[in-house]
């Protein structure tokens, strides 16, 4: 048995000790009880606002979408677990569950709110229209409710399409731009819709749009404006003139190439500050 003195000093020790001892336990009970303690640590810094992105969905590659503005210039952006994907006006867009990654389909129309990180541009948002999703999934299904009758003449023209290069041109159309711009002027839409309008009355008719700009400028940026000038015209091709993906050939942009009148003048300048849009039928299938 043990001997407590009667000292002062050794009294307050005593009764400090048996105080800690008592805090420790009641903490420990606390700690064991409590589900609401919350430790905090470092966190990691909050990503800043980046801007907001309107445009159809052209290209994934793993977790990465790349989507192509209606003035023809591509943004990469990071899609990861914590992006939200939202159709029409609501959370779940109407379909009972929550949209994942795999409904980011080629030739979707997206919004996308992104964030800045330090590897690029994530998408925190990204809405849609059910119908837009709708389209794209029958695009790539290569069928469509809408269009069962051509269907099937459809996915024998895709099969014939593999080995034939030559093509008979039924009609072209050019629409022009502002020097240094991609940007579709008023009267360039209506032409294009009035191109597309033709073309869907033309048998087996595909599409094959190329860019052209002046010859101001480097070789470099002339690729460049005329890839995006291109780009600008099959996004309202497919957004506003319902011309659908599978139906339109690769485009391209020929910088400076194949002008249609000399880049001495103003005017001959203005002529080549261009987009043609071809409308070709195969050789083999024309007539058809």
Same mark, same amino acid.
């Given at each position: 048995?043990?001997?407590?003195?009667?000292?002062?000093?050794?009294?307050?020790?005593?009764?400090?000790?048996?105080?800690?001892?008592?805090?420790?336990?009641?903490?420990?009970?606390?700690?064991?009880?409590?589900?609401?303690?919350?430790?905090?640590?470092?966190?990691?810094?909050?990503?800043?606002?980046?801007?907001?992105?309107?445009?159809?969905?052209?290209?994934?590659?793993?977790?990465?979408?790349?989507?192509?503005?209606?003035?023809?210039?591509?943004?990469?952006?990071?899609?990861?677990?914590?992006?939200?994907?939202?159709?029409?006006?609501?959370?779940?867009?109407?379909?009972?569950?929550?949209?994942?990654?795999?409904?980011?389909?080629?030739?979707?129309?997206?919004?996308?709110?992104?964030?800045?990180?330090?590897?690029?541009?994530?998408?925190?948002?990204?809405?849609?229209?059910?119908?837009?999703?709708?389209?794209?999934?029958?695009?790539?299904?290569?069928?469509?409710?809408?269009?069962?009758?051509?269907?099937?003449?459809?996915?024998?023209?895709?099969?014939?399409?593999?080995?034939?290069?030559?093509?008979?041109?039924?009609?072209?159309?050019?629409?022009?731009?502002?020097?240094?711009?991609?940007?579709?002027?008023?009267?360039?839409?209506?032409?294009? @819709?009035?191109?597309?309008?033709?073309?869907?009355?033309?048998?087996?008719?595909?599409?094959?749009?190329?860019?052209?700009?002046?010859?101001?400028?480097?070789?470099?940026?002339?690729?460049?404006?005329?890839?995006?000038?291109?780009?600008?015209?099959?996004?309202?091709?497919?957004?506003? @003139?319902?011309?659908?993906?599978?139906?339109?050939?690769?485009?391209?942009?020929?910088?400076?190439?194949?002008?249609?009148?000399?880049?001495?003048?103003?005017?001959?300048?203005?002529?080549?500050?261009?987009?043609?849009?071809?409308?070709?039928?195969?050789?083999?299938?024309?007539?058809?």
């Amino acid at each position: 048995m043990g001997v407590i003195s009667n000292r002062p000093g050794a009294v307050a020790l005593f009764a400090m000790l048996t105080m800690s001892a008592a805090g420790s336990a009641f903490a420990q009970q606390q700690d064991a009880h409590d589900a609401n303690i919350v430790v905090n640590g470092e966190q990691a810094p909050a990503l800043v606002a980046g801007p907001e992105i309107k445009g159809v969905i052209a290209a994934r590659n793993g977790n990465r979408i790349k989507v192509i503005a209606g003035d023809g210039s591509a943004t990469v952006i990071a899609v990861n677990e914590t992006t939200k994907i939202k159709a029409g006006g609501g959370l779940f867009g109407g379909n009972g569950g929550k949209y994942s990654a795999d409904s980011l389909l080629n030739g979707l129309p997206v919004t996308v709110k992104t964030l800045q990180s330090d590897g690029g541009l994530v998408a925190g948002q990204i809405t849609f229209k059910t119908n837009d999703l709708k389209t794209a999934n029958m695009i790539r299904n290569g069928t469509s409710q809408r269009f069962d009758e051509q269907a099937a003449a459809t996915e024998a023209l895709r099969g014939r399409m593999g080995d034939i290069d030559k093509y008979n041109i039924k009609s072209t159309t050019n629409v022009f731009f502002d020097t240094g711009k991609a940007t579709l002027s008023a009267s360039a839409r209506a032409d294009l @819709c009035a191109t597309a309008s033709a073309a869907e009355a033309t048998n087996n008719a595909l599409m094959l749009v190329v860019g052209y700009t002046d010859s101001v400028g480097s070789d470099d940026y002339n690729q460049q404006l005329s890839e995006k000038r291109a780009g600008s015209v099959i996004n309202f091709l497919q957004q506003a @003139c319902h011309w659908k993906p599978y139906r339109m050939l690769t485009p391209t942009g020929m910088a400076k190439a194949d002008p249609l009148a000399s880049n001495d003048t103003p005017e001959g300048k203005a002529q080549n500050r261009r987009v043609s849009v071809n409308i070709l039928v195969s050789k083999g299938l024309d007539g058809l």
